[in-house]
């Protein structure tokens, strides 16, 4: 098969050039490490965000001279918003009863009169637990009669949010910065090999030898480069990920998924950065 | 039809150094000649020019009916692989055994690996270098390189065969070996071309000879 043939010729390139290109596959692979510790920061940021919005509730506090039927209308109201999962009723009483529960019995003595208000508590469903999403239920809730005020975890979430969007452009930008390096690391690898390697290439030309069949195998070299760098670089965020929640952290490993991600990446990578070292030679 | 037909061949390089001047030369298939002239005669310029290793200043080569004038750049491989050739400076895959540089001939033409490995042990059986197989270039003496030279150019059965110096540096007894090599596949068909710069290479040969120098034809 020419297929074997030139996955093994791609292999014997390592050992025309060994030291360069262990230094390419470290390059890249150290380069894909600095993306996977950001990309770690942003994926256990994305994590928590997903486990605080799991947990997110609107209090909605009514007005205190609402009667029964109102409170049901009210509630039928709230529920025709849609993206509600469950309401819950919380009375005067009740929340009077928390109150107490959270600050001791002694925090209302002075007071005759109950001044908590009776409440709503909203989940929500999946798709409405977006800051965004939020924001829109909030503003309608607030128009419908009855209400007098309410209450989320608006600043940590818009703040969770932001800082996440901000976490991923920042790997966007770094994963393009450090993408255009790897190429660059394997494009003079390749172009060293090829040239180190001339003299036999003008033969094997000369014998009848298609383009194709010249560069296949430093096109596969280079992205046998790049696929075992983005490897390596998992290898070594799985170590110090290990080495983190055993000491200090307590933090989400990338999914299964990231290490294919990651190979791909380096293959692409590598199959760029050959193509270009090759450029000269292919026209 | 002839197998190779040069017409008004020329080659200078840098627009002053004359290497080919006004060549016309016409070869039948299965002919054998003996291309005869000093150094710096020109046989070389004239064999990278049929392999269109170079470009010639002007003039046109025809082998098997394609002409060098016609020829599309990506043809230019399937141009070459009718031609099998004994470089003058030994050429080989130095990190590569024997059996690789043998292989690569075929594998260029994109045979299969059952089929390489039958004919690259034939044909070093052939040339008696089946106890090398597995021997780099570099532990051959010249004799061998020229046969392992020898061997790499007609494994693939080529329509013309072109030997520049084949018994530059070799012995009496090297020297006959490789010339009766080269009557030997001629005799079994194949067009031959023997590029030299030694007389009694050619003496008693019942061959055409042809006298380069200086870059002309002039016998």
């Known amino acids: 098969m020419r297929l ?31 993306f996977n510790l950001f990309f770690l920061v942003t994926w256990n940021l994305k994590n928590a965000s997903d486990k605080l ?16 039927s109102q409170v049901d209308s009210l509630k039928g109201s709230i529920l025709k918003l849609g993206g509600v999962k469950k309401i819950t009723y919380k009375s ?22 109950n001044p908590l208000p009776a409440s709503f508590v909203l989940e929500l469903k999946e798709p409405y637990k977006k800051s965004d999403q939020i924001e829109r239920l909030v503003s ?23 800082m996440l969007s901000l976490s991923f452009l920042l790997d966007l930008i770094l994963g393009i910065i450090i993408g255009i390096t790897s190429i660059l690391m394997v ?46 670089s998992w290898v070594l965020i799985w170590g110090l990920s ?37 450029r000269r030679f292919l026209t | 039809m002839s197998l190779l037909k040069i017409n008004n061949l020329a080659k200078i390089y840098n627009h002053r150094t004359v290497a080919l001047d006004n060549v016309n030369l016409e070869i039948e298939r299965g002919e054998l000649v003996f291309l005869f002239g000093p150094n710096g005669a020109g046989k070389t310029t004239l064999f990278k020019l049929i392999i269109l290793d170079e470009r010639p200043t002007s003039g046109e080569i025809i082998l098997d009916g394609i002409s060098s004038l016609k020829i599309k750049a990506k043809k230019i491989p399937n141009f070459r692989q009718k031609i099998g050739m004994m470089f003058q400076d030994q050429r080989f895959l130095e990190k590569k055994d024997i059996f690789e540089n043998l292989a690569i001939s075929l594998r260029v033409l994109g045979e299969r690996e059952k089929r390489v490995t039958k004919k690259v042990t034939e044909t070093l059986g052939w040339v008696g270098l089946s ?58 068909g194949t067009t031959v071309i023997v590029a030299t710069n030694q007389f009694r290479l050619i003496e008693n040969q019942p061959a055409r000879v042809i006298r380069l120098d200086s870059g002309r034809i002039v016998e």
């Open chain 1, 140 to 162: 309608k809730i607030k128009q419908l009669n009855g209400v007098e005020d309410l209450e989320y975890g608006k600043v940590w979430v818009s703040k969770l949010e932001r």
């Open chain 1, 92 to 113: 005067k009483f009740q929340a009077l009863k928390e109150m107490k529960r959270y600050f001791g019995e002694k925090l209302l003595e002075g007071l005759d009169f």
């Open chain 2, 131 to 188: 106890g090398k197989r597995n021997s780099l270039p570099e532990e051959l003496s010249d004799g061998e390189r020229q046969k392992l030279s020898f061997a790499r150019a007609i494994i693939r059965s080529p329509l013309l065969f072109l030997a520049d110096e084949p018994t530059s540096g070799l012995d009496t007894l090297n020297s006959s070996y490789i010339l009766e090599l080269i009557q030997k596949i001629n005799s079994l």
């Open chain 1, 242 to 278: 290990l080495l983190l929640t055993y000491g200090f952290f307590r933090i989400e490993f990338l999914p299964g998924v990231s290490i294919i991600i990651l190979i791909l990446s380096g293959f692409l990578i590598g199959g760029i950065g050959s193509l270009l070292a090759l």
């Open chain 1, 53 to 68: 919005n799991q947990e997110i509730k609107i209090e909605v506090f009514l007005k205190d001279d609402l009667i029964p």
């Open chain 1, 4 to 34: 074997c043939y030139f996955i093994k010729e791609a292999f014997l390139i390592f050992l025309e050039e060994p030291k360069t290109i262990l230094v390419s596959i470290l390059v890249i692979a150290f380069s894909f490490l600095v």
């Open chain 1, 187 to 232: 494009t003079s690898a390749i172009r060293l090999c090829v040239t180190l390697q001339k003299g036999s290439l003008d033969l094997i030309r000369l014998l009848g030898a298609k383009k194709s069949f010249i560069l296949t195998p430093y096109l596969l070299n280079g992205m046998i480069q790049g696929g075992l760098g983005g490897a390596s």
